[in-house]
């Protein structure tokens, strides 16, 4: 390998920043097809129900109206955890939260879908709802699904070490109780869906099925499309376009894209699925409702002796991705600090609310919270400074942590400094004004899950390599571009493998006709796997452009150099020669500059005419040694593969697969806020955030994940949170959501730590996850720093920091209904909530023309 | 709904369109013209990811109707193009991170260029407050502003008295 490289950890412009920035890249949305026809899904308005008779007549006559898929058109279980089978495409007789999906109109146009939908009778018997998670554990009777006793997903209770003893060492003791609320990805792209089956020439009925889809995981689609549909995975082709942001909320499958493929093989035609924003915000999947209560003890020192977790998450009606978001919720207490006892109790609650799964950080951000926030309140317990304390613990890798995680790079001690140092943490920490602060927080993240979903010996990444005589490099990988940049990573290791020019290199991405199994964008892996199996299959082209080269060259070929589109011998000074003949062409190209490149191609190929008659030489162009090559060996082409190795794999207690990974991101950060006492608003003046990424591949890349995250984690400190009011959604809205826009968003430093992994490519890790989780907790450190309350719940809202600030003064609780006309309704109810399962209904005003006797039942047009 | 026939010019050309007169201008330029850049993010003006110029002016294009466009020059970002290369605002964005997912990117770029026409030389508080009537969840918006202060630097150095296209 070349020291010194010529593409790897120069900023780099995406490979398809052009198609984004003219409005030329297709989403998945911008793509229509002959004959495409629009479906619009009919939702549950209950959150809990049992479908007794739907009848799409009515609809199925308006004119315009092609067909209406229901559950009974492809009634087989699917969800994203071979272990979570638990969701139908379409619900077959129960609906389990308001927005399940019930129905698919398939007509001409949207417009007439959607009055199509009104028509659709659907009638219910409504069940007892649980919206709490805490209440819900408690159910006996109408469970949400039948074998799930107590509503109980699944639960976990790990010990390692002796928590026990460790907390009888300990000097001091911290327990709390903290919540994290709701958020949810929101990303730019609502989710779409477009199908289409081919006409199979040889039964001449429906054949092959090509599914274009805004997706994370490709593979997984084809794979969930092959169990709902009952067609052979060979036959189902799925194209990822251009999907505008994923966070995790497309890292498993929508109901809506499966409902897409059903519709069209119903409809005999091509159906295109677009949810609308609210739709994003019911289809969900975000991170959940996490209740922690977390004790922490420590010596005097600042040693962490032991750590007790019992966390409850409010995952809502179905699997998805729960048993995962659980269970890294108790591992990643480990391989951030040196913690030689931990005690984790996880459950996995279900509720009658839209299912909550993956989202940035999964599984750790909440705790991450609780734990760096009762930290901070143990250095000020013991005097220790906040940064100081996070020194005292670190491990000293390499290591396997005491719940088998195995940690080899660490860049975490540079983080923390240089984080320190940059904010002025020494100098400025406790000497602020009144009513502003510094908070420090550490968090980390897995390179991607060193074990997959579904369990086999499979790569988890392939990626080949053609070359062809054009001297074109093109790399097929499954991985999946989301915006994270993961086709600009592909491309530039390839090209610095080869030591060829970016502009060569043209990434195929993301097509299961076309790319080799990868098994998505999701758990931080892809640059770490992907461009593992990039590396490998460029080492394995170049090797034979390498034989081909040095045979003409009549040198061995681990003498040759692949630099910049030239292979050289090593140390000979034909450097300048060899720069001045290719000068000579690039003048000549810019002299015939109206043909432009074909002529300069004639001109380059006769100069290489010339010095092919010249014989052995000292250096090579790239296209010259690549012809060499397929003159020689025939066709160029390369694959490479990457499974994490098994030491990377982790323990073998129940669990044990999640959590493990071949290498952890490190973080750390400094949040600078004031507070206004008087209002409860919080304003986040600046982040200094260090993140160890192994190695920055492209820093400019790096640096927006880094800030990316930062802001996100911002967004759940201090506005968004998705409000539940018995099973409806509150804030099904941008605005509403409260996304943070540039007005709210302060400035971020990110800081690069490379700390050089040892199986990383190129020595990278992930960059786009873990410095979320850091940014909570240092708002919330930042906030006890500027007014002296530590806050347990977040977001920090207003509400909540003034309610704190009133409970430290020891003023009268804040009542937001206060001076509100008693002779109002006690409980004044936007939508039917749970009195309404109990027969009560919301009371209305008399003249309400809506107020009517409240049914037992009702129609799906209500 | 009767359609109405309508004639729209968009990025220097004119097109007849017969069209509902509830169609809102995003859907037209969409569907019926295949401008596919500006595009839908929510569905209630909230997210300014189909931020179209309409004689200039930065506007949500799917809060407008179509019919009521007539006579106005409107461009989208598949008009921001100069002459086949990119404008300075869109190599920016490219080059400093300003586009992560790209689904945001057109009508940023769009309020960009109502922004710089006013303002060819705005301050930092004066971008922020102009993007703010767009959403990105990707970056965070910090990338943006170095690359409009690229772009700005670009425009001044290639053309110092430029006029804009």
């Known amino acids: 390998m070349n020291d010194g490289f010529s593409i790897i950890g120069k900023p780099t412009a995406m490979v398809d920043a052009a198609e984004k920035t003219t409005g030329g890249g297709k989403y998945t949305d911008d793509i229509s097809v002959p004959g495409m026809l629009i479906g619009k899904i009919l939702h549950s308005p209950y959150p809990h129900a049992r479908i007794k008779s739907i009848d799409t007549s009515r609809a199925e006559k308006l004119e315009g109206v092609v067909t209406v898929a229901v559950g009974k058109d492809a009634p087989n279980p699917f969800g994203i955890l071979p272990v979570g089978h638990d969701e139908h495409a379409l619900a077959l007789d129960k609906v389990r939260y308001v927005g399940d999906n019930v129905a698919c109109v398939v007509a001409i146009s949207e417009a007439i879908a959607e009055k199509a939908l009104e028509l659709i009778d659907v009638e219910y018997e409504l069940l007892p709802a649980y919206f709490d998670p805490e209440e819900s554990m408690k159910a006996e009777t109408d469970l949400i699904h039948d074998h799930k006793q107590h509503n109980l997903e699944k639960d976990y209770h790990h010990v390692f070490g002796d928590p026990e003893k460790g907390f009888a060492e300990a000097d001091q003791i911290a327990e709390a109780r903290f919540i994290a609320n709701e958020v949810t990805h929101a990303a730019m792209e609502p989710h779409c869906t477009l199908a289409s089956f081919e006409l199979d020439p040889h039964t001449g009925k429906l054949g092959r099925l090509t599914v274009q889809s805004s997706t994370q995981v490709p593979y997984y689609l084809q794979h969930k499309l092959s169990l709902v549909l009952e067609m052979p995975m060979q036959q189902i082709r799925v194209i990822k376009p251009l999907v505008g942001g994923g966070f995790g909320g497309k890292s498993e499958v929508i109901p809506l894209e499966i409902i897409a493929a059903i519709a069209a093989r119903k409809a005999k035609a091509p159906v295109k699925i677009t949810y609308t924003r609210e739709e994003v915000f019911w289809a969900h999947r975000g991170r959940p409702r996490t209740i922690i209560d977390l004790k922490t003890g420590i010596k005097h020192d600042g040693r962490i002796t032991a750590v007790k977790a019992r966390v409850v998450q409010d995952g809502g009606a179905y699997c998805s991705y729960g048993v995962v978001t659980i269970l890294y919720s108790g591992a990643l207490l480990g391989a951030l600090y040196d913690i030689p006892n931990i005690q984790y109790d996880g459950y996995r609650v279900l509720t009658n609310k839209p299912a909550c799964g993956a989202m940035r950080g999964h599984g750790t951000v909440n705790v991450r919270f609780a734990f760096e926030s009762q930290l901070d309140e143990l250095a000020q317990m013991i005097g220790m400074d906040p940064a100081e304390i996070r020194e005292r613990n670190l491990l000293q890798p390499p290591c396997i942590t005491v719940n088998g995680l195995r940690v080899q790079s660490y860049g975490l001690p540079e983080c923390i400094e240089k984080t320190v140092d940059r904010s002025g943490w020494r100098e400025r920490k406790g000497k602020l004004p009144k009513g502003r602060g510094l908070g420090i927080a550490c968090s980390h993240y897995v390179s991607g899950a060193a074990n997959s979903i579904i369990r086999s010996d499979m790569p988890h990444s392939t990626v080949n390599i053609k070359i062809d005589r054009d001297g074109g490099v093109v790399v097929y990988t499954g991985a999946s571009e989301i915006g994270q940049g993961s086709d600009t990573m592909t491309a530039q290791i390839a090209a610095e493998v080869l030591g060829c020019s970016l502009e060569r290199v043209r990434v195929i991405a993301a097509d299961t006709d076309l790319t080799p199994i990868d098994i998505g964008s999701y758990s931080s892996r892809v640059t770490f796997m992907a461009g593992n199996a990039t590396l490998r299959a460029a080492q394995e082209v170049k090797k034979n452009i390498a034989a081909a080269a040095a045979k003409k060259m009549n040198c061995a070929s681990e003498d040759l150099l692949f630099r910049e589109d030239v292979v050289s011998k090593k140390g000979g000074d034909q450097l300048v020669a060899r720069k001045d003949q290719l000068e000579e062409v690039e003048v000549t190209q810019a002299g015939a500059s109206v043909s432009g490149r074909v002529e300069g191609q004639i001109l380059r190929g006769s100069l290489q005419q010339k010095r092919n008659e010249e014989g052995p030489k000292d250096w090579m162009t790239f296209e010259e040694a690549v012809v060499a090559a397929i003159d020689f060996h025939g066709a160029l082409t390369g694959t490479g593969s990457y499974a994490p190795p098994p030491e990377a794999r982790g323990g073998k207690h129940k669990g044990a697969g999640v959590g493990p990974s071949p290498a952890y991101s490190y973080s750390a950060q400094v949040a600078e806020v004031s507070v206004d006492e008087d209002t409860g608003e919080v304003t986040v003046h600046k982040v200094w955030a260090a993140h160890d990424c192994g190695r920055a591949l492209n820093p400019v890349s790096v640096e927006g994940q880094i800030i990316g995250s930062v802001w996100m984690g911002m967004g759940q400190a201090l506005t968004e949170e998705m409000v539940w009011k018995d099973g409806m959604l509150m804030n099904p809205g941008l605005l509403e959501y409260r996304s943070p826009s540039s007005v709210e968003s302060p400035e971020v430093e990110p800081i690069i730590v490379e700390s050089i992994d040892p199986e990383g490519p190129f020595g990278a890790k992930e960059c786009s996850e873990g410095s979320l989780a850091a940014t909570i907790p240092a708002i919330a450190n930042a906030i006890y720093d500027a007014v002296g309350v530590r806050l347990h719940e977040s977001p920090f809202t207003p509400e909540r920091v003034l309610t704190a600030l009133r409970a430290k003064k020891k003023q009268k609780a804040l009542n937001p209904t206060e001076g509100i006309d008693p002779t109002s309704p006690a409980r004044f109810r936007e939508h039917g909530g749970s009195l309404w399962f109990k027969g009560k209904g919301p009371r209305r005003h008399a003249l309400d023309p809506a107020r009517r006797p409240v049914p037992t039942s009702a129609g799906g047009a209500d | ?165």
């Open chain 2, 1 to 165: 709904m009767k359609k109405e026939l309508i004639e729209l010019k968009v990025n220097g050309r004119t097109h007849e369109l017969a069209i509902e007169p509830s169609a809102l201008l995003l859907d037209v330029l969409r569907r019926e013209l295949g401008l596919t850049g500006s595009k839908r993010g929510c569905d209630e003006s909230s997210c300014g990811a189909c931020t179209v110029l309409v004689d200039g002016a930065a506007m949500l294009s799917c809060a407008l109707l179509a019919a009521s466009c007539e006579g106005q020059e409107i461009t989208t970002i598949e008009g921001v193009t100069e002459h086949g290369s990119l404008a300075a605002i869109q190599k920016a964005y490219g080059d400093w991170g300003g586009a992560q997912c790209g689904y945001c990117t057109p009508g940023f770029i769009m309020t960009v260029k109502s922004l710089l026409a006013e303002n060819p030389d705005p301050t930092e508080e004066d971008v922020r407050h102009a993007l703010s009537s767009n959403l990105c969840r990707c970056t965070g918006y910090n990338q943006m502003y170095e690359a409009i202060r690229a772009a700005i630097a670009a425009e001044k150095k290639a053309a110092p008295t430029a006029v804009g296209p």
